[in-house]
């Protein structure tokens, strides 16, 4: 069965420093892998996608598929940046019903 | 707020009790899921429908629970017999066919005492 493990609950970092959230997956087939957040008060909504290849407010994420992780990474962490942040998997069969992490709560301090 | 709606926001029913939540989804997309979400964990999947048809049951979807999407527009989720172990926000999400964005609802938080 398909896993997604956040080994952090927590992450506290001060402004300016870089950030990385780490991401782990277990599925034998090829997945597609999410970055979603949660501001405070705010719905779960999408930060990234691994296809899109994207930076979405400064984050990047590379899909490792020989150390099957997904970590994500920001280089200058901003206070806004503060949140929840929940790692997703698609298994490849289109359903697109998200196998999620734990989630990591980022705190950025001025 | 033209996004997915989810009413009630808050429940609290006494155990043994039968509650009922609405899912509005984005108007055109078809695709609909439900998921649950305990306290410290990710959201966990419970189903989802394509249109009026429910594809996919998680075995965390008990007898005590069904949904509907009775005309492929809203959908309703219904726990019978409510446990103290339902007590869970319980999250909607929707999407197009083919997209591989869900966009999700504010939820409804499920207090069962």
């Known amino acids: 069965a398909q896993r997604v493990t956040q080994p952090e609950k927590l992450l506290s970092v001060f402004k300016g420093a870089p950030v990385e959230l780490k991401c782990n997956y277990s599925?034998?087939?090829?997945?597609?892998l999410f970055w979603y957040v949660q501001y405070s008060r705010q719905r779960l909504q999408l930060l990234l996608r691994?296809?899109s290849r994207e930076s979405i407010k400064g984050f990047t994420a590379d899909l490792n598929k020989g150390e099957t992780s997904f970590h994500l990474k920001k280089p200058f962490a901003q206070e806004e940046d503060s949140a929840m942040y929940y790692c997703?998997?698609?298994?490849?069969?289109?359903?697109?019903?998200?196998?999620f992490g734990s989630g990591t709560r980022l705190q950025v301090q001025p | 707020d033209t996004g997915v709606s989810q009413n009630p926001r808050h429940k609290i029913t006494k155990r043994g009790q039968n509650v009922t939540f609405r899912c509005d989804p984005i108007?055109?997309?078809?695709?609909l899921y439900w998921y649950r979400q305990t306290l410290g964990q990710g959201p966990e999947f419970l189903t989802y429908?394509?249109?009026?048809?429910?594809?996919?049951k998680s075995r965390l979807l008990s007898d005590r629970f069904s949904a509907e999407r009775p005309k492929g527009s809203f959908s309703t989720l219904e726990i019978q017999r409510t446990e103290q172990g339902d007590s869970a926000m319980y999250l909607c999400?929707?999407?197009?066919?083919?997209?591989?964005?869900?966009?999700f609802g504010q939820g409804t938080r499920l207090t069962v005492v």
């Open positions: 999400a929707s999407s197009y066919p083919g997209g591989t964005e869900a966009f």
């Open positions: 599925y034998s087939g090829s997945p597609e």
């Open positions: 691994h296809i």
């Open positions: 997703a998997l698609d298994m490849d069969t289109g359903r697109r019903a998200l196998t």
């Open positions: 108007s055109e997309h078809n695709r």
């Open positions: 429908f394509q249109n009026e048809a429910q594809l996919e």
